[in-house]
């Protein structure tokens, strides 16, 4: 098992940034990459970043490219998501996620195994 909490969350104004972190504990060998997902109501959960723990290119969504940025520190097991010029359009409950996942589809909640509660995000314009 692997249990994953985020944090980081907040409310800030469009333009802003917010920095959250999710810390894994288990078994996390079992896994070989990590990402967020964000969620807005009435809204499927959507990628956002994803990261393999071997390295490589990171996955984001196009929305985010240049803006966000995936980052993860293997010796603490910890994940991030630096997210600067934050738009309105980016308020969601942004969930961390951790699985054994085929190359190319980082992108797909299909492929992770593991979930945090979530973290809320709200940025008001």
Do not use: H
């Amino acid at each position: 098992q692997v249990q994953l909490v985020e944090s980081g969350g907040g409310s800030v104004q469009a333009g802003g940034s917010l920095r959250l972190s999710c810390s894994a504990s288990g078994y996390t060998a079992s896994n070989n990459c990590m990402g967020w997902f964000r969620q807005a109501p009435g809204e499927e959960r959507e990628g956002v970043a994803a990261i393999y723990t071997d390295g490589g290119m990171p996955y984001y969504a196009d929305s985010v490219k240049g803006r966000f940025t995936i980052s993860q520190d293997n010796a603490k097991n910890t994940v991030y998501l630096q997210m600067n010029s934050l738009k309105p359009e980016d308020t969601a409950m942004y969930y961390c996620a951790a699985g054994f996942v085929d190359r190319g589809l980082a992108w797909s909640r299909y492929e992770y195994k593991y979930w945090g509660q979530g973290t809320q995000v709200s940025v008001s314009s």
